[in-house]
């Protein structure tokens, strides 16, 4: 079992920039991808940046491509999530999940490990 811990949510402007971090522990094989979502409220999950564990390419949801970049250091176990150029719509809370996905990369439902949750809220 992969244990998830997010940090790094905040408030800030329109424009402006955050980065979110996830430490991760307890890591195996039993995971092939890994990544953020978000949900706000009264809306479904959606997967926003993932990348797969054997393989550094990344892969963005067409809302925030070029905006958001996903990236890791296996030094720190920390996957991180840079978000520039931030915009209201962005406003959600921020989840890193981890799983052994053998259907869409961006189902919620492909993944197993899921930490707590940061909140981004994002004024205009």
């Known amino acids: 079992q992969v244990q998830l811990v997010e940090s790094g949510g905040g408030s800030v402007q329109a424009g402006g920039s955050l980065r979110l971090s996830c430490v991760v522990s307890?890591?195996?094989?039993?995971?092939?991808?890994i990544g953020w979502f978000r949900q706000a409220p009264g809306k479904e999950r959606e997967g926003v940046a993932i990348?797969?564990?054997?393989?550094?390419?990344?892969y963005y949801a067409g809302s925030v491509k070029g905006r958001f970049t996903i990236s890791q250091d296996n030094a720190k176990n920390t996957l991180y999530l840079q978000m520039n150029s931030l915009k209201p719509e962005d406003t959600a809370m921020y989840y890193c999940?981890?799983?052994?996905?053998?259907?869409?990369?961006?189902?919620?439902?492909?993944?197993?490990?899921w930490g707590q949750g940061t909140q981004v809220t994002v004024s205009s």
């Open positions: 999940a981890a799983g052994r996905v053998t259907g869409s990369i961006w189902s919620p439902q492909e993944y197993r490990s």
């Open positions: 307890g890591y195996t094989s039993s995971s092939n991808y």
């Open positions: 990348r797969s564990i054997g393989d550094p390419r990344p």
